[in-house]
């Protein structure tokens, strides 16, 4: 196996659907559930349990130890803030991704098997796919990636921006 370094696995709290979606497709192993589906105890049992990282917005006494209080409501504060406290790299790689509806592990796919699913706009423009091994949704390199690319290279280079005015 390749020497690939440790990628933290987090727990999502109610307030964090979106940077749990987001950490996904960065590849990070990321559980959430909406807030009928458990309670925030459970939350915080499923990351004692698994050992993973509990980020939450909430301000109450947590008794674990891996908690990261996340200080904003807009995602890409949010982003910024892991990336500062160096929880998370600003790097995506759809080989590595993860579903974000599900949290399942994607692979490759060959277009002829899924091309019955693809918008056909899609289906001319794209020929590489992936398909999430747990519930099946498509994935491709749209204009959407486009977009997460630029938002997560905007946000690297204000972390820049805001080291060297340290550093002055
Ligand atoms: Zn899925």
Aim: aromatic share 8%; net charge positive; glycine share 2%.
């Amino acid at each position: 196996m390749k020497n690939q370094p440790h990628k933290a696995e987090f727990v999502c709290d109610f307030m964090l659907g979106k940077l749990a979606r987001w950490l996904r497709i960065m590849g990070y192993d990321t559980l959430y559930w909406r807030v009928s589906q458990i309670s925030f105890d459970d939350v915080i049992h499923q990351a004692k349990h698994e050992n993973r990282i509990l980020l939450t917005r909430s301000k109450q006494r947590i008794p674990y130890n891996k908690i990261i209080r996340i200080k904003s409501t807009n995602i890409k504060s949010q982003l910024t803030q892991l990336a500062q406290e160096h929880v998370i790299s600003l790097e995506i790689d759809i080989t590595k991704s993860r579903c974000t509806e599900c949290n399942g592990t994607l692979k490759r796919t060959e277009k002829n098997e899924i091309l019955s699913k693809l918008p056909p706009k899609t289906a001319e423009h794209f020929d590489t796919f992936f398909q999430c091994t747990k519930c099946g949704k498509i994935y491709w390199e749209g204009r959407h990636w486009i977009r997460i690319r630029h938002t997560l290279l905007e946000i690297e280079e204000k972390l820049h921006a805001h080291l060297e005015n340290k550093m002055v």
